[in-house]
C-alpha cells in the first residue's frame, strides 16, 4: 500500500467543512529544568493550534533513560494527568502536536510524533513541522536498502537516513539526513544530552529559542515561551542548526547552502498566533496592517466592519481604524466548541457553521456589514456566513479579505484541499463574488500583504521574500512527489 501523504487531500475535516487551511504541526524542546515534560505540555497546550489531533512527548533521564507518551486529542485531556507525567522524568524533553488529514489515512498512534531510534551512539528523538516534498522518493529509495518503516509519515524518513549515515555523531547524522530532504522542515530534536533545533534552508515554518533560568527551549512560536516564563532570545535563522547542551551551551552552524529565505507569508496572516513575534514583528500588528492596507486598497461606503472570528479580528480592527467605519462584533464564536464535542454525524455536520458561530443579529439588523476574513478556501462557510448575516437582517453584505485568493495547494506542511476544490483556482474575484451571492468581493493584493508584512516596497518578483506559493503559484522548492503523481506546475509567463 503506498504511504499516505500528508497532502493526500481526499480526507478533509467533517468538522469544518475543509474550509481552512491547517498548520499541521507544532514543536517544543526544554533542556536543562527538572521535570522537562511538564514544561513541554505547556508549551505544546500554547500550540495547540497548530495541531489538535494529537501530540506526543519524549524525554531522557539519566538514570531512567529515554521514555515517551503519544496520545490522540488535546494536550490539555492528556499531559495533564498526574500518573501519566510522572511516567515523563528527567531535564530533557521535546514535543510535537500534529494536525492530520481526518479519517483512517492518519489517525493512526504510531504516526504521531516525536519519532525515536536507536543508534550505535546512543537513541535520538525528533519532531517535525514542514513536510518532506521528495519523502515518496527517499521512502522507496529506502525501502529498497532494507530500511523498515514503522509509520505512513514523511517525518520518519529522516530517521533511517540518519540511520544510513556513516558519521559517528548524531547532530553530525541529522546534518547527513537533512541534506538529502527537499521540502520544508523545522525540528526539534534530542539525543541523551543535546537539544537540537534545525530549519530547512528556506526557513519556511518558524522555529525560535528561548531561555529559561539556566536551561534552553526551542519552540515554534514565541506564545509557547510566555505559557512557561521564558525569555525570547532569537529566532533560529533559515537554514541554520543549534546543538544545545548544558556544558556548552548553544552551539550554531549553518549546515546548507545558503540560499535567501522563504518563510511562510500565510504563518503572518493566519497560522501563528496573534500574540507571537515572528521576524521580530508582532503577528498582531501584521494582521491589524493587513486591515489597513485592505481599506486603502478597497473601500466601500458600509456601515459596520465586523470580523469573522478570530482570526479575521485585528485585520477587522485596522480596516476600521483605517477607513472610520466602526468596528462591532457582529458574529460572536462559542468559545467552548472543542473538536472533540463534535461527533461527525450527518445530523450534526448539517448545522454546520452555526454550532461556532452566531450573529449578534440586534446589531446587524438593517446595516451595511462589511465582514473580514482571513482566507476564503472552498467558499463554503463564506456562503453559509453572509446567509446567517442576511436572515439576521443585513442590509447589504461586502466581504474584505486578509490574503489575495488562494489559488494553489501548499506542499510545505499545510493542509490544503486539492487544487480543484479551491475556489479561487477556477474563478476569478467576480465569479467567486457571484458564486458567494455578496455585494462586493475585494482581497488584498499580494503586494498589499508584503507591505503589511513589513516589505515596504511590495513583493520582489525576481525574488520574492516570502513563500507565497499557495497565491501566486510560485513554488519555491519544487514539490517532486507531487509532480510524480501528476501535479502541473504553472505555466511560465
Ligand atoms: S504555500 Fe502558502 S501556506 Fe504553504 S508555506 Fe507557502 S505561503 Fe505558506
Redesign the pocket.
Known amino acids: 500500500m503506498p504511504p499516505a501523504h500528508p497532502f493526500d487531500f481526499d480526507a478533509l475535516s467533517p468538522f469544518d467543512d475543509g474550509d481552512k487551511?491547517k498548520e499541521e504541526c507544532g514543536v517544543f524542546g526544554v533542556l536543562g529544568v527538572a521535570d522537562a515534560a511538564n514544561f513541554v505540555a505547556l508549551g505544546l497546550h500554547a500550540l495547540q493550534h497548530r495541531g489538535q489531533e494529537a501530540g506526543g512527548i519524549v524525554c531522557h533521564h539519566p538514570e531512567f533513560g529515554f521514555n515517551s507518551a503519544h496520545r490522540f486529542g488535546y494536550v490539555r485531556d492528556n499531559f495533564t494527568n498526574a500518573t501519566l507525567m510522572q511516567t515523563l522524568p528527567g531535564p530533557l524533553a521535546i514535543g510535537h502536536v500534529r494536525y492530520s488529514t481526518a479519517g483512517a489515512k492518519g489517525a493512526v498512534i504510531r504516526d504521531v510524533q516525536p519519532f525515536f531510534g536507536e543508534f550505535s551512539m546512543g537513541g535520538a528523538a525528533i519532531a517535525h513541522n514542514g513536510n518532506i516534498t521528495n519523502a515518496i522518493a527517499l521512502r522507496r529509495e529506502l525501502i529498497e536498502r532494507g530500511s523498515i518503516f514503522q509509520s505512513s509519515s514523511d517525518s520518519e524518513c529522516i530517521i533511517h537516513l540518519m540511520a544510513r549515515s556513516l558519521q559517528k555523531g548524531i547532530p553530525e547524522r541529522m546534518e547527513d539526513a537533512l541534506r538529502r530532504v527537499e521540502g520544508?522542515f523545522s525540528i526539534v530534536a534530542m539525543t541523551r544530552t543535546k537539544l537540537i533545533g534545525v530549519r530547512d534552508p528556506l526557513g519556511?515554518r518558524p522555529l525560535c529559542l528561548g531561555k529559561i533560568g539556566d536551561g534552553w527551549v526551542l519552540s515554534s512560536e514565541t506564545c509557547a515561551l510566555d505559557i512557561i516564563g521564558a525569555d525570547y532570545v532569537r529566532e533560529i535563522e533559515p537554514g541554520e542548526m543549534v546543538v544545545i547542551d548544558e556544558k556548552r551551551g548553544v552551539q550554531s552552524h549553518f549546515p546548507f547552502r545558503r540560499v535567501p529565505s522563504r518563510f511562510?507569508?500565510?504563518?503572518h496572516v493566519y497560522f501563528s498566533r496573534p500574540d507571537s513575534i515572528i521576524g521580530g514583528r508582532s503577528v498582531y500588528e501584521t494582521r491589524r496592517q493587513i486591515g489597513v492596507e485592505l481599506a486603502r486598497e478597497a473601500p466601500v461606503d458600509a456601515d459596520l466592519v465586523c470580523p469573522v472570528p478570530d482570526s479575521g479580528t485585528p485585520a477587522a480592527i485596522g480596516y476600521s481604524q483605517e477607513s472610520g467605519i466602526p468596528y462591532a462584533m457582529g458574529i460572536i464564536r462559542n468559545q467552548y466548541m472543542g473538536r472533540t464535542f463534535i461527533e461527525p454525524t450527518e445530523q450534526i455536520r448539517n448545522m454546520g457553521v452555526r454550532l461556532k458561530l452566531n450573529v449578534n443579529r440586534a446589531l446587524i439588523r438593517g446595516k451595511r456589514v462589511i465582514l473580514v476574513d482571513d482566507s476564503v478556501v472552498r467558499g463554503t462557510t463564506s456562503r453559509k456566513i453572509k446567509q446567517m448575516i442576511l436572515d439576521a437582517g443585513a442590509a447589504e453584505v461586502h466581504f474584505r479579505i486578509a490574503s489575495p485568493p488562494t489559488a494553489?495547494p501548499?506542499?510545505?506542511?499545510?493542509d490544503t484541499p486539492q487544487r480543484e476544490k479551491l475556489l479561487a483556482a477556477t474563478m476569478n474575484e467576480e465569479e467567486m463574488r457571484e458564486h458567494l451571492a455578496v455585494d462586493s468581493l475585494k482581497f488584498i493584493s499580494l503586494d498589499g500583504l508584503y507591505r503589511a508584512a513589513g516589505e515596504a516596497e511590495g513583493r520582489n518578483n525576481k525574488c520574492p521574500q516570502?513563500?507565497?506559493?499557495?497565491?501566486s503559484g510560485e513554488y519555491p522548492v519544487a514539490p517532486s512527489d507531487m509532480i510524480e503523481k501528476g501535479f502541473q506546475l504553472k505555466a511560465a509567463e
Open positions: 487551511l520544508a519556511v511562510c507569508i500565510f504563518e494553489w501548499c506542499f510545505y506542511g499545510v516570502y513563500c507565497d506559493a499557495c497565491f
